[in-house]
């Protein structure tokens, strides 16, 4: 266990050893973090994620963000109203391309919009509000930024890349994506003016 331990130690000291020449990477600024949050910004309110997280209480479909067919509605915990759950229709994958258009997508965590307390809220929300709403622990679940950081790896939004046949995937890359909100949580979180 000891010279284990000893080892460890070592590979931690070698790890950390710099020449003095090496400069320590910088963190990005708050302009590069700013920019970077354009990008962010985009993906948030692309068709794909912001069908889900509506204005009001229904949540929207297809890339005209249209409210959803048949009245379906938030309910009190965001998984539809009793009778009319979302995992009726949504189940926990897409169906497969051969079962054709206007299927209901799904993904393995349950399908759900944020509950009633808490919407995050998408739609039409200008860039500086929109940046200070997903930061907030109050409005976002309680979530810092390393808690976020780790939401972004969950079915519910990496579905946005695999939206299942016929629906276009969120335009921005997904490794672009995580590259930009990497640099903005770096830099500090910074909201555009
Ligand atoms: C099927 C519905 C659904 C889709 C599609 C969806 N989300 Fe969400 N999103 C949710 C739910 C539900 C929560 C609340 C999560 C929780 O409490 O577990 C949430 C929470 C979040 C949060 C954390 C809270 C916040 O506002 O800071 C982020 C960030 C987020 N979603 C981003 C995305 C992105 C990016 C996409 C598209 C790539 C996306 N979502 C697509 C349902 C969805
Ligand atoms: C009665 C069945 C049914 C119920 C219940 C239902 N959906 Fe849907 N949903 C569908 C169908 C069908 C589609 C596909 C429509 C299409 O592609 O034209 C769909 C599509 C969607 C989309 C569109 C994805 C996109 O980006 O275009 C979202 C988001 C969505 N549903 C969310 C929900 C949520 C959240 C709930 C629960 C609150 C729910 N749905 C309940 C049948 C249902």
Sequence with gaps: MRSAAMIALALVACGNARSPAAPVPAAPDRAAGVAAFATVRAV????????????????????????????????????GRPGEECTTCHGPANPPSNYGLHVPPGAIEGWRMPPPEQPLTFVGVAPRALCEQIKDPARNGGRDLAALRAHLDTPLVTWGWAPGFGRAPVSTPYPAFIAAWETWAAAGAPCPE
């Design 44 to 79: 948030l309110q692309h068709p794909r994620c912001q069908n889900c997280h509506p204005a009001g209480d229904a949540p929207l479909q297809g890339d005209d963000s249209h409210a959803h067919a048949m009245n379906v509605q938030r309910g009190p915990e965001g998984r």
